[in-house]
């Protein structure tokens, strides 16, 4: 565990990305936290985070996850961030490391199947338990690289066969912020950045949406939506059940 390679990439006078606690305290196993970011940065992607050993190990995902189980989605593994990172959301200066538009897209906690979580990852298969708002059921990532270094950071994230299974594609009809309900242009206006940049992120539909609602003055935060969304979700499928 360490920051280092996740401070140098960035001036912490210049990024509104925190710098992350000196000495990272290490929790327990139990009610560990995730996220996944959305980011709209030289190309859109999704960060998976997931906290270990008092930091967040974190990939890359380009098309996002998939609740299909029929689908694997490349996971790229990235430098391991600071635990504060998980409560960020807003905009990288364009110049700087990952310059663009940040979106909180899920949180939640999780739980490693195994708890020895980095000798997993050093083994390449890490099978977990997501409890998040958007993202539940069982999942693995899994290594599928030799012993290069770009192919040891080459990972396949993959959805398990449970009642969280699912062939609705979360990604384009649950676009907006878990923190906020803002979506990628909206961050990006209130944030100070590149709202058409950021606006490409976003599915198309709910661009218009929110510019029917600007015209009609009926713009406003969808947190209630959110909320909605997970009270319809039977409690039962919040549950995990391991079938693969
Ligand atoms: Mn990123």
């Known amino acids: 565990m360490s920051l280092r390679t996740y ?66 989605r490349l996971a790229m593994m990235v430098e391991d961030h600071p635990v504060e990172y998980r409560a960020f959301e807003g905009t990288i200066p364009e110049n700087e490391y990952g310059g ?35 993202l539940q059921g069982s999942w693995v990532l899994v290594r599928t690289g030799g012993r290069g270094d770009r192919d040891q950071r080459s990972w396949l994230l993959i959805k398990h066969r449970d009642e969280a299974a699912s062939s609705e594609d979360v990604a384009e009809t649950k676009p907006y912020s878990v923190a906020t309900g803002r979506l990628l242009a909206q961050i990006a206006h209130d944030e100070g950045g590149d709202v058409a940049k950021a606006a490409t992120g976003d599915p198309p539909a709910a661009v218009e949406r929110l510019i029917g609602e600007l015209r009609g003055g009926t713009a406003k935060p969808r947190k209630r939506a959110t909320a909605a969304a997970r009270k319809r979700t039977p409690a039962k499928s919040r549950r995990t059940r391991k079938a693969s």
């Open 7 to 72: 401070r140098e990439k960035r001036r912490f006078d210049v990024t509104p990305e925190p710098r992350g606690a000196a000495r990272p305290k290490a929790r327990r196993a139990k009610g560990l936290h995730f996220v996944v970011h959305k980011h709209r940065a030289s190309h859109l992607h999704y960060d998976l985070r997931l906290e270990s050993d008092g930091v967040l190990h974190s990939w890359a995902v380009p098309k996002g996850p998939s609740l299909d189980p029929g689908v694997k």
């Open 100 to 134: 663009g538009t940040m979106m909180m897209w899920d949180r939640g906690t999780w739980e490693p199947e195994d708890p020895a979580v980095e000798r997993s990852i050093a083994r390449g298969e890490l099978k977990f338990d997501l409890h998040g708002e958007k």
